[in-house]
């Protein structure tokens, strides 16, 4: 086999599609024959192993990416530093190509699968794929990374390096090489076990559709029926003002640059550049996380602030549990906690609020409640899980102050004034009056609903006093 002939590793990850997958792409255009390869790689991660409800979704997210390349999709299961080399070896491979990945256990990984396929010559190209900008470029003039987010947006972002790039089309060809483990009754996805013995997760994923085709839907969708009034309505978990993509993007179902550019030219379009302006500044959001992945690896397990590390955390597991549960006795942090449980997702403003009771309230480290998102929600995502609980709990970069504490009551009214999300997801209070639907205790409700399992008022002062004891840093 001459080298012309030698075919190309392509290994996906968080890149599962077709269109604006650059490494996909670039392979397919050399018109080398590829082989087409997903590594389920939990020894590598640990303890950062995908949740239950995000193995779910990849799991159908695969088998969508399976079927569009006919077929020709190689699964495996292991140690991908082991398992390329080895199949390049096979396969007289001449290169490797990849899209980055940006976890800290990927990185060192990542490096040391280059080193050693170099030391077998064989090429390695690696390319962004699911970034607008990559965490080495959207930097201060001095280099240090921001740890603001409007300065890291406008300036680190948008005027340092620019409009994010095109989208690239889906390859026009691509070559399939014909390995023989493609043709084994072993590959299947199901080799992977990533759909749980017991299918509770068959209610969850009845209201997705995982996969590009699912994305693009889900794109259109918004585009449709959620981008007109995003910016004022995006807080309201009763209206359809948001777009439902974060799992999407987080497998890789569809990129930022595709998102990013088809709500510029919507926006144009429509003339809703407020709420396309909004939105692109929330996709800067996901940046601004994975900027501070990248530059500060101990983002998942330890404050960005050090002052917290000595912060007097309560350990109540029963609590815990009742938060878990959705079962505090207040009906949107409640309401948001069963939608997770049912659906694997939350609305964002109400993630701020569970997480706020949980950390504030209830003075529970942070840390349990990133623990219950990452089992729990489709979408979970390291760097975005990490970042946004250590924002609520007031350690992290650019964070919510100490004495900002969510009341849950007042926040319902404001953000679910009719109670209409709270009545789907806590049907038990679905016949009480708009009156009393945010603080029940207030009348006879004769329910199974729970009484307050905390004094908000207490809790705050008590959560004042111990925040602002801190140590100035």
């Known amino acids: 086999m001459n080298q012309a002939q030698n075919p190309i590793i392509v290994w996906l990850r968080q890149d599962l599609r077709l269109t604006d997958n650059p490494a996909l792409y670039h392979a397919a255009h050399t018109g080398a024959p590829l ?15 995908a949740g239950a409800a995000s193995r779910c979704w990849l799991h159908h997210s695969l088998a969508a990416l399976s079927d569009s390349l006919q077929g020709q999709l190689l699964f495996a299961r292991g140690k991908a530093d082991d398992i390329l080399p080895r199949l390049a070896r096979e396969t007289k491979a001449q290169a490797i190509y990849w899209n980055r990945c940006y976890e800290p256990w990927r990185i060192q990984r990542d490096k040391a699968i280059k080193q050693r396929m170099q030391e077998d010559d064989v090429a390695v ?9 990559e965490p080495w470029q959207a930097v201060k003039p001095d280099g240090s990374p921001y740890k603001v987010f409007t300065p890291f947006y406008r300036k680190g972002c948008l005027e340092r390096c620019g409009e994010p790039e095109a989208p690239l089309p889906a390859p026009a060809h691509i070559m399939f090489h014909r390995h023989g483990a493609l043709q084994s009754a072993q590959n299947k996805i199901d ?39 995003y910016k004022q309505d995006r807080n309201r978990p009763d209206l359809p003002h948001v777009s439902r993509l974060s799992p999407f993007l987080h497998r890789g179902d569809i990129s930022p640059r595709t998102v990013w550019h088809e709500i510029r030219r919507a926006t144009v379009a429509a003339k809703l550049e407020n709420d396309g302006d909004h939105f692109c500044s929330e996709l800067g959001w996901r940046e601004f ?3 501070l992945l990248y530059h500060f690896p101990s983002l998942p397990s330890l404050p960005l602030q050090e002052k917290f590390s000595a912060f007097p955390w309560q350990d109540d597991p029963a609590m815990l549990e009742q938060w878990q549960k959705g079962m505090t006795g207040y009906p949107i942090v409640d309401a948001g906690m069963r939608e ?16 706020s009771f949980l950390v504030k309230d209830l003075l529970i480290d942070w840390q349990h409640g990133a623990r219950w998102f990452w089992d729990c929600l489709v979408d979970a995502d390291l760097a975005n899980n990490s970042a946004s609980w250590q924002w609520v709990a007031g350690c992290g970069a650019d ?10 009551v007042t926040q319902g009214q404001k953000f679910d004034p009719c109670g209409t999300y709270i009545r789907r997801w806590v049907p038990e ?13 207030e009348t006879t409700h004769n329910s199974v609903y729970p009484d307050p399992i905390i004094d908000h008022k207490k809790a705050r002062d008590k959560a004042l006093s111990l925040f602002s004891g801190l140590k100035k840093s």
Not at 202 to 227: H, Q, S, Y
């Open 289 to 291: 996380s994975y900027n």
């Open 429 to 441: 209070l679905a016949a009480l009056p708009d009156k009393y639907i945010h603080a029940p205790w």
């Open 125 to 133: 190209k690696s390319h962004n794929a699911s970034l607008l900008w």
């Open 399 to 408: 964070a919510a102050p100490y004495f900002r504490i969510f009341n849950p």
């Open 191 to 229: 080799s992977l076990a990533l759909l749980p013995r017991i299918k509770w997760d068959v209610k969850i994923m009845a209201g997705w559709t995982p996969g590009e085709k699912g994305a693009r839907d889900a794109l259109d969708l918004f585009v449709r029926d959620g981008l007109r009034g």
């Open 35 to 49: 082989l087409i390869i997903y590594i389920l790689d939990d020894d590598s991660a640990v303890p950062w192993q």
């Open 340 to 355: 997770l449980w049912e659906t694997g997702y939350m609305h964002n403003r109400v993630r701020m609020i569970v997480a």
